[in-house]
């Protein structure tokens, strides 16, 4: 029998104090997933790649047992193909490096650079999404700058919050080396059909690297990258999936990975060293990018919450959840006098668990404050930019408003808790 809503509330303390709405920022971790990493703890604390003793090499079983199940039920892709990461900014950062720096390693007996990934010219075009997190912009901007490309930004439509693909279709061409860009907005909260993105780039330019921040997408639904075909995913654990901060991962296509060069090297990312060159591992592709020490409980954490959303929750049921809660939020916000909503209201089939909104004559940060503070249970939402500037200025709400408010929700939240928030909101909007 799948968890029931109440179930995982029971797994997650905070839900009896605070009605909690932002999960788009990070979610609370359930006790069977802290439960494995007290675990690791407790009973197994040893460093892997290292060992020969026992609890190191039950330590590294456990780390390796967690990527195939992160790899399988979150991502569907080889566990050789999945880098652990922090975060997503972190896998966006090492996939940019990457794109930057040729790959340098000893090769049939020679120490070199190899062939880059993309040789860079001049009139390159590196294109992104005006809705796009910062950490999908930050990186792209350097690496233009470092490698001489010009960057291309794609309009969203302000009224539904969807990026067009006849958008795409306008912004890349046979200049075009690289397309970054979101599954879901964590703005509007736009699904984004991002399998229709990557075809229209690579047909446009069949070199062209597509790489997609999925940072609100696995966990919150079904994610199989090899069907978006694109060739990189970043995505953070401590969002959708339920698992811990500091833990998330970055897809890359094999023939990619071979080829590229890791932001950091060290120990554990090596077959051999001498004093004047090295040979990256082999074995475990994805091994090669994780230099030093891993996060190892977060990593068994993440492992842990794969199972909890996948297996024992459903994704398809979270999917569903999310947007009756989100249909149910946007049709009471839209009753109430003097309240904004941004983005898709009506068609739910492209609409994640994230509503932004904003009442007028309120600063959305005044408002976040109030419903924490003069509402019980206390109503725990964001409020400001959300880390996407250039998104809220588009939609006219930075200068006006500081962002928006915005809802965010998961699985164990309720019918009764969105009630409570859209009560909360008429009595601020009539104040
Ligand atoms: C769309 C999007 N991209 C990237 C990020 C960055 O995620 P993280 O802070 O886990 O690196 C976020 C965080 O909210 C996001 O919503």
Redesign the pocket.
Known sequence: MPLTPEQVRADIPLTAKYIYLDN??TTPVPKPVVDAMLEYFYEYCANVERGAYSIASLANERWDLARAKVAKLLLRCDPDELIFTR????GICAFAYALEHPLLDRSGGTFREHEPIIKWEKGDVIAFSELE?H??IMPWIRLARHVGAKIRVIPFNRETGQIEPSAVEEAVDEHTKLLAI?H???VTGTIHPVEEFVRIAKEANPDCLVLI?G??GPGHMEVDVRRIGCDAYAF?G??GPLGPQGS?GLFVRREFLERMEPMEIGGGTIADVTTSDYKLRGDALCKRWEAGTPSIACLIGLGRAAEYVANEIGLKRIEEREKSLTEQFIEGLMDIPGVEVYGETEDMSIKAGIVSFNIRGWDSHDVALALDSEFKPPILMRAGHH?AIPACRALGVYERYGGTVRASFHYYNTPEEVEAALRAIRKLAST
């Open positions: 788009c920022a975060n997503t900014t972190e997190h950490s999908n979101q879901v907005s964590n921040d940072s609100q953070s401590h969002k998330g880390c």
